[in-house]
């Protein structure tokens, strides 16, 4: 009988920003009902920023938050317009 290898359902995601002139960086999108830095691990070493976070495999729409202002990610080129005339970043994530 061989028993099933259970994979995983969650992929761990680390963004990494260098050189963002801030004091808070902080991250919203669908993966977390847009509600800033919820479960959302933070690592900064220097000028180095990491997110790190954990989701399902799929396509999410996220912005980042710096110093309490909303905006697309600069490290990433992959955009979809949002409802507010502005850009949201796009995050796909895949197993």
Not at 32 to 59: A, H, L, Y
């Amino acid at each position: 009988m061989n028993a099933a290898v259970k994979q995983p359902t969650h992929q761990m995601i680390v963004l990494t920003y260098d050189d963002i002139e801030c004091r808070v960086l902080q991250i919203a999108g669908d993966f977390n009902d847009w509600i800033p830095d919820r479960d959302i691990d933070t690592r900064r070493i220097g000028k180095r920023w990491q997110k790190v976070f954990t989701v399902e495999p799929g396509t999410y729409e996220y912005q980042l938050l710096i110093d309490g202002k909303w905006q697309q990610d600069p490290t990433n080129s992959m955009e979809i317009p949002n409802d507010r005339n502005g850009v949201n970043s796009v995050l796909r994530a895949e197993l």
